[in-house]
Each structure stands twice: as C-alpha cells, then as structure tokens.
C-alpha cells in the first residue's frame, strides 16, 4: 500500500521554526521527483519546494526563497521541510508528494501521483 505520512506541523509564533517530516511506505522515493505542496485558506494549492530526480534540481516558491529548505534522507525513505522565520501568511495544510515515474521537473501539484493526508502548520502569536 503506497502511503506518505506527514509529520511535525503545529502552532508557532511569527518568526519562530518548525521540521516537517515525510515517510513513505509501500515505495521508494529513490528516483522520484519529490515535494511539499500547501493549501491556505480561500487559496488554491501552491508548489512550495520542490526536488526533481532529474539533476536533483531545487526548487523553492518565491515566498519561502531564504527562509525553507527541502531535503531527502534515502535511507529513511523520507524528506523534510525546514522552516525558518515563519510568517502568518505561511499559514496552510501542508503536504507532501511524489511522482511516479520521476519524470516531473516542475513543483506543479497536477504533476504528482502520490500525496500525504497532510499536516497543519498555523503561525500566529
């Protein structure tokens, strides 16, 4: 059963951190484009970060450009979001996902097969 768990969302104050973690089960991530998404209330979901398998490209959401970094960990079949100097409008369920056949090079959601129930993440003080 493929499956992608998010993990490490929360309330935190403006300017303050947080990790989100990703497992997946039932498949390897080795291989695939992988990536965190959000949604923020009233708001279409948007790309946040992005690794493509091709080039092991990043790619970053102008809002978050200085202050999230996205990594993998192949050994725990996992990736993660470092979150720093967060802001209230970063507030949103974030999720994670991957592609099937690591194919994808953009951080577009419509280019993603394989998603996490989600995880919300609510800056505010």
């Known amino acids: 059963q493929v499956q992608l768990v998010e993990s490490g969302g929360g309330l935190v104050q403006p300017g303050g951190s947080l990790r989100l973690s990703c497992v997946a089960s039932g498949f390897s991530l080795d291989f695939k484009s992988i990536g965190w998404f959000r949604r923020a209330p009233g708001k279409a979901r948007e790309g946040v970060a992005c690794?493509?398998?091709?080039?092991?490209?990043?790619l970053y959401a102008d809002s978050v450009k200085g202050r999230f970094t996205i990594s993998r960990d192949g050994a725990e079949n996992a990736l993660y979001l470092d979150m720093n100097s967060l802001k209230p409008e970063d507030t949103a369920v974030y999720f994670c996902a991957a592609d099937r056949d690591g194919r994808s090079e953009v951080c577009s959601a419509r280019e993603y097969d394989y998603w996490g129930q989600g995880t919300q993440v609510t800056v505010s003080s």
């Open positions: 690794i493509n398998n091709r080039g092991g490209q990043l």
